[in-house]
């Protein structure tokens, strides 16, 4: 039983990682004209994670929440910071207080926005988003002009650009057609309100693919990349970016059972505390570990197990495993790969600890290893 240095559960992050896969994809993008915005919410707004994606050259940092945005100025960063989340009416004074930048819908948010603005002496940019399909948020694109005019006579509030998101709802794939539209739309504003903008963001990391390949961008000069840098994968199918690491990410979980068991269940048999149970083949006698990790802490379904292991189930405190010939012990570490769902469910429970680690001399490295399979 070794000596635990910190306590477990808990997310180990590899901030040399992080950096290759920002600089990566910041190199990737920017003979296109393409800038990239950091996205941190799938780490509760880690100022560490920030930090390596503003060293990997992204050119603004990108949350959902405010609060996470607050976390990163308490941190002391002060770069161009952007909540991509259309703010609620409740937190616009917040909302004008640490970002610089909101994504926005609503002509009423809008107003409140500028308000606010007003009052605090400051001023805020604003990104109206359009809807290309996904149906999450945006406006359609007939009713964006009237919005974006509305935007340009407000007081404090300066109408920086437009947005759009796909992918995320209906799992639209951004393609040459919607992404033309975009560019259409921006001409559009431009033309009614008679002045450039500066901003078009063309999406989050399923946007990736689209910008690499496609013969011409059109307007479309900044993306908005979380899971692509943090995962190192496109979000469409889930496999692996060229060149980037995989693994920045593991969750270690600590044995609490380790017993030769049955592999079937006996008595009769209902339902599990989550739902039906299915009931594999009969292997006899197998080892079944149990890892003091569950629902609470992360998205159990969502994790790698180490190789020769086997994910059995999972329940609110417990996760357990079938380790094959390996028999790990009580207090042993485990280490799983995470996938977007188990990474954001873990960096946002109470119950996971965080330990981030610079390893800069293996920067070296980084290419040959990120096609390898995670271990
Ligand atoms: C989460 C989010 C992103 C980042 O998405 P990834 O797939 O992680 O790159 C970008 N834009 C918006 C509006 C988001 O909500």
Redesign the pocket.
């Given at each position: 039983m070794g000596r635990r240095p910190v306590s477990a559960p808990r997310v180990e992050i590899r901030i040399d990682r992080i950096r290759h896969n920002a600089r990566t994809l910041v190199d990737r993008l920017a003979p296109r004209g393409i800038s990239v915005t950091g996205?941190t919410?799938?780490t509760l707004g880690s100022p560490a994670v920030a930090g390596a994606l503003l060293d990997g050259g992204v050119s603004a940092l990108?949350d959902?929440r405010v609060e996470n945005i607050e976390t990163l100025r308490a941190s002391g960063l002060t770069g161009p910071m952007t909540l991509?989340?259309a703010p609620m009416p409740s937190q616009v004074e917040r909302v004008v207080a640490a970002a610089d930048l909101s994504?926005n819908t609503e002509v009423a948010t809008l107003d409140l926005l500028d308000a606010a603005a007003g009052r605090q002496g400051r001023r805020h940019g604003v990104v109206l988003m359009v809807e290309l399909g996904d149906l999450r948020?945006g406006l359609l694109p007939q009713d964006l002009g009237a919005v974006a005019h509305h935007a340009a006579g407000l007081a404090h509030v300066d109408l920086r650009g437009i947005g759009t998101?796909l992918?995320?709802q209906s799992g639209v794939t951004p393609d040459d057609a919607n992404m033309a539209e975009l560019t259409r739309v921006v001409a559009q504003v431009e033309r009614q309100g008679r002045r450039p903008l500066s901003l078009v963001s063309g999406?989050?990391?399923?946007s990736l693919a689209w910008a690499c390949a496609t013969a011409d961008v059109g307007r479309v000069d900044d993306l908005?990349?979380?899971?692509?840098i943090?995962l190192g994968r496109e979000?469409l199918g889930r496999s692996p970016i060229e060149g980037l690491c995989t693994d920045a990410f593991t969750l270690v979980a600590e044995v609490i059972e380790a017993q030769v068991k049955p592999t079937r269940a006996w008595g009769t048999i209902g339902e599990g505390a989550f739902g039906p149970v299915r009931s594999g083949p009969d292997r006899g006698d197998t080892c079944r570990v149990l890892l003091a990790l569950g629902r609470q802490d992360t998205a159990a379904d969502d994790l790698t197990p180490p190789p020769g292991t086997t994910i059995l189930g999972a329940s609110s405190d417990h996760l357990v495993l079938d380790t094959g010939h390996a028999r790990p012990q009580v207090g042993d570490e485990v280490r799983l790969g995470v996938g977007?769902a188990a990474l954001l469910a873990a960096m946002t429970s109470p119950f996971v600890a965080i330990r981030a680690r610079d390893e800069p001399a293996e920067r070296a490295n980084r290419a040959g290893r990120a096609s390898r399979p995670r271990s």
């Open positions: 996205v919410k799938a990108g959902s991509i989340r994504f948020e998101n992918a995320c999406g989050n990391s399923a908005r990349l979380g899971e692509a943090l979000p977007y």
